[in-house]
């Protein structure tokens, strides 16, 4: 759902994460917002120009169709097995920090 700042209800984004992913931590950026749960995933969305749909998702990270087997892929399946409890970007939102839960 996308809210007006006092808590007013706007409207239902059109890329949203859909039934059963539960939102941890949002974070806003210069270009739009991120959110972060389940499965260790986290989704960007990007202002958009067009009023109907204000935001749409850029990605989806990471990217469970990616097959690379490489350094980090050991490291990457322990995420996705975890919530994303918090997360905060540098100050020039090239660069994001979050912890992890593990069930």
Do not use: W
């Amino acid at each position: 759902m996308l809210l007006e700042s006092n808590g007013d209800y706007k409207m239902l984004i059109s890329e949203s994460p859909g039934e059963g992913f539960y939102i941890e931590s949002i974070q806003t950026y210069s270009k739009g917002f991120i959110i972060a749960g389940d499965n260790g995933q986290i989704m960007i969305y990007e202002k958009a120009e067009d009023p109907k749909h204000p935001y749409s998702r850029l990605t989806k990270l990471p990217n469970s169709n990616s097959n690379e087997k490489g350094e980090y892929h050991e490291l990457q399946a322990g995420i996705m097995s975890a919530k994303i409890r918090c997360m905060s970007l540098s100050s020039t939102d090239d660069c994001i920090v979050f912890t992890t839960e593990n069930n």
